[in-house]
């Protein structure tokens, strides 16, 4: 091997280093669903037929609840009673270390929003409240009264915990939709540093068999 292929080789030593040194980026999404909210009703989260009145359920999720409490013209339909608050969570595990995140969430008739124990958003205040399509204020079924929530700040590196207060207050209908984007950063696995260290390990082979 001449000189200049070993150049050669130990630039491209050096940039997958540097990728070593700085790890990259990722990012993980969440959305509502069945399958990846829960609840602590005692009932399974169930997919629903959205209330004709209510916004499409996000790209890519889907409306939920515990139970048929969506479309009042769907069969097994049922209203929850006045006063029903059901918490929904959503478990997730950041491998590395929190940039930024963002969450879009609809409820009827309102909900809270918790994460790792902090209140981004409380529900909309009954007082004065007429319920004029699920809520006159916070979090609503209506894309105009659709929650936008900065998750900066409040994300932790490991397990995380998002958690729905969803409350019934005027009858009828009730549901939940999200969805998010959360981004972070991650260094790559022990695994991965060793493989770049090989490199390192077999041009000092080669410099030392030229000298010898």
Not at 90 to 117: H, K
Not at 128 to 139: F, K, R, V
Request: net charge negative; charged share 10%.
């Amino acid at each position: 091997m001449n000189l200049m292929n070993i150049s050669k080789y130990a630039f491209i030593v050096a940039a997958l280093s540097a990728f070593a040194g700085s790890g990259y980026a990722d990012s993980l999404y969440l959305y509502s669903s069945a399958a990846e909210t829960m609840n602590d009703s005692g009932s399974a989260t169930v997919n629903i037929p959205k209330n004709p009145l209510w916004a499409d359920a996000l790209p890519g999720s889907s409306w939920v609840s515990f139970l048929e409490s969506g479309d009042p013209n769907a069969p097994g339909y049922i209203s929850p009673a006045n006063g029903t608050i059901v918490n929904f969570t959503d478990t997730f595990f950041i491998c590395g270390t929190p940039v930024d995140g963002f969450l879009s969430v609809l409820a009827d008739d309102s909900a809270s929003i918790t994460l790792n124990g902090v209140v981004l958003v409380a529900e909309a205040n009954q007082i004065g409240n007429s319920y004029a399509t699920c809520s006159d204020g916070a979090i609503g079924c209506l894309t105009a009264t659709a929650g936008n929530v900065n998750l900066n700040g409040h994300l932790l590196k490991g397990l995380n915990t998002l958690t729905f207060s969803v409350a019934q207050r005027a009858g009828s209908s009730y549901g939940l939709d999200y969805t998010g984007t959360v981004n972070f950063s991650a260094a790559p696995e022990p695994g991965t540093l060793a493989l770049l260290g090989l490199p390192l390990v077999v041009l000092g082979l080669i410099r030392r068999k030229r000298s010898a």
